[in-house]
């Protein structure tokens, strides 16, 4: 069994969270991906949808995948949605051996030093970097020299132990955002095949994103 774990706002979830995630298990062999809306980020502005609704669009993407999952915890826990929280909280139900693997975009890995006990995720966490185009790796700094121990290059190896490990792997992110999402709702465009079609029906359904 190996576990893995993608945070984000999903505001809302679109082509581009599902491709990556659904790539990232099936390059590294991982039995599940678990989609996770934060509640309140550290890092941004609160999203401006309710992560109920937000929790909600998520579950309707993934139906019928069985490789991916939805993980409420971070919805359900109060306060800011540290990923520190959510990997240790993971650990402590998947048990020591499992192989738990924390997904980031390449922008999130270059960054890493903003967040809470960044350090300390390796203890509970692989982490897993999809490259976003615009973004290159972290070659001085505090990240970079982190980084340098713990570079594993071989997918395979990295599921030979539980944590520990920084996988970074190239692989083609659709241009799509949720940013542009809201924008076309807002503006009265479509968004059709940008997300599913559930989740376009629960836009609709609930009035989401109207100017
Ligand atoms: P927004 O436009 O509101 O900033 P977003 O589309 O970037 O949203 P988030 O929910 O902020 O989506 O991102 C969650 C995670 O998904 C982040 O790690 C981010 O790097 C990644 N991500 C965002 N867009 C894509 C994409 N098109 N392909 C792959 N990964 C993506």
């Given at each position: 069994m190996a576990i893995g774990v993608f945070g984000g706002?999903?505001?809302?979830?679109h082509i581009g969270h599902l491709r990556t995630g659904l790539e990232l298990c099936e390059h590294l062999g991982l039995d599940e991906m678990r989609f996770m809306p934060c509640?309140?980020?550290?890092?941004?502005?609160?999203?401006?949808?309710?992560a109920g609704h937000r929790l909600a669009m998520a579950r309707l993407a993934i139906?019928?995948?069985?490789l991916l999952r939805v993980d409420d915890r971070e919805v359900r826990r109060e306060g800011l949605s540290y990923s520190i929280d959510s990997v240790a909280h993971l650990r402590e139900e998947i048990g020591a051996r499992v192989p738990l693997c924390l997904c980031v975009g390449l922008d999130s890995l270059v960054n890493l030093?903003?967040?809470?006990?960044?350090?300390?995720l390796a203890d509970y966490a692989h982490i897993l970097v999809a490259v976003r185009p615009g973004w290159s790796r972290p070659e001085t700094g505090e990240v970079a020299d982190w980084l340098a121990g713990r570079r594993v290059d071989d997918a395979r190896q990295l599921?030979?132990?539980p944590a520990g490990g920084v996988h970074i792997t190239e692989m083609t992110l659709l241009p799509v955002s949720a940013t542009e999402i809201r924008d076309a709702l807002a503006a009265g465009r479509s968004i059709r095949y940008l997300t599913p079609n559930s989740v376009i029906d629960y836009i609709r359904d609930h009035n989401l994103y109207r100017s």
């Amino acid at each position: 069994m190996a576990i893995g774990v993608f945070g984000g706002t999903f505001d809302p979830i679109h082509i581009g969270h599902l491709r990556t995630g659904l790539e990232l298990c099936e390059h590294l062999g991982l039995d599940e991906m678990r989609f996770m809306p934060c509640g309140d980020p550290p890092h941004r502005e609160p999203p401006g949808t309710p992560a109920g609704h937000r929790l909600a669009m998520a579950r309707l993407a993934i139906e019928g995948e069985s490789l991916l999952r939805v993980d409420d915890r971070e919805v359900r826990r109060e306060g800011l949605s540290y990923s520190i929280d959510s990997v240790a909280h993971l650990r402590e139900e998947i048990g020591a051996r499992v192989p738990l693997c924390l997904c980031v975009g390449l922008d999130s890995l270059v960054n890493l030093n903003t967040w809470h006990r960044w350090r300390e995720l390796a203890d509970y966490a692989h982490i897993l970097v999809a490259v976003r185009p615009g973004w290159s790796r972290p070659e001085t700094g505090e990240v970079a020299d982190w980084l340098a121990g713990r570079r594993v290059d071989d997918a395979r190896q990295l599921l030979q132990s539980p944590a520990g490990g920084v996988h970074i792997t190239e692989m083609t992110l659709l241009p799509v955002s949720a940013t542009e999402i809201r924008d076309a709702l807002a503006a009265g465009r479509s968004i059709r095949y940008l997300t599913p079609n559930s989740v376009i029906d629960y836009i609709r359904d609930h009035n989401l994103y109207r100017s």
